[in-house]
């Protein structure tokens, strides 16, 4: 089946401690990208990536960071400078920019 | 640049009732537009998309959506609501022009609220 998976559903954390959350697909989409949840304010693009090896920041990138080493897989990095980083994590891909884009099931990460 | 309009947070219906979710868009460009839908703690699924063609499109889950120009609007309907439809509905737009800067912006997202 194809898809996108994101690892894990829940993550705990200390505060100080940066945390990697994965995401892999074997959709073949060239596009990857990573929005940010939180309770009333929608969806926010975090980074986003149109081929291996590059990769652009979203309008919340400050805090974070990622790689783009491989096509199925776009690993978001939540660094100890992020200010508030206890939200859930959306990671989405598609076949072009332009196109509708397949979520994965989300992680809910908790820092305290 | 183009924005995506959902007004108010939360629409409650009863169970049978016409479900609509409005949305509007700017966009300097013909858009290409998208429902999606979200249930409690899971990521977003689509629900269908316009891309130019038939303006009256048909998703799942007996959903549907038309495209107005006009008015740029893409509202949701479904005639009749169920109690598994209550969820958060989020709409988005991209432009097809492409290009480096080509992406999705959504909305922020509707909760529908269904009673038996």
């Known amino acids: 089946d194809g898809g996108i998976t994101q690892s894990p559903k829940y993550l705990f954390r200390k505060e100080g401690q940066n945390v990697t959350l994965s995401c892999e697909q074997n959709?073949?989409?060239?596009?990857m990208y990573w929005y940010r949840q939180d309770p009333g304010q929608g969806l926010r693009l975090i980074y986003y990536?149109?081929?291996?090896?590059?990769?652009q920041k979203g309008d919340i990138a400050e805090g974070y960071s990622v790689s783009r080493e491989k096509k199925e897989s776009f690993p978001l990095t939540v660094t100890s400078a992020q200010k508030n980083p206890t939200a859930f994590y959306l990671c989405?891909?598609?076949?072009?920019?332009?196109?509708?884009?397949?979520f994965g099931p989300g992680t809910r990460l908790t820092v305290t | 640049a183009q924005s995506v309009t959902q007004l108010g947070s939360h629409v409650s219906v009863s169970e049978g009732a016409l479900v609509l979710l409005r949305c509007n868009y700017s966009?300097?460009?013909?858009?290409?537009l998208f429902w999606y839908v979200q249930y409690p703690n899971q990521g977003l699924q689509l629900l269908l998309k316009?891309?130019?063609?038939?303006?009256l499109v048909k998703g799942i889950n007996g959903f549907e959506a038309e495209f107005k120009k006009s008015e740029t609007s893409f509202h949701l309907t479904k005639p009749s609501a169920h109690m598994s439809d209550a969820a958060e509905y989020f709409c988005?737009?991209?432009?097809?022009?492409?290009?480096?800067?080509?992406?999705?912006?959504f909305g922020k997202g509707i909760t529908l609220s269904v009673r038996p």
């Open positions: 316009y891309t130019s063609a038939a303006t």
């Open positions: 988005a737009v991209s432009d097809w022009e492409g290009g480096a800067n080509s992406k999705l912006t």
């Open positions: 966009s300097s460009v013909p858009p290409y």
């Open positions: 990536s149109q081929i291996v090896n590059d990769f």
């Open positions: 989405a891909s598609s076949i072009s920019q332009t196109y509708e884009q397949y």
């Open positions: 959709l073949n989409h060239d596009a």
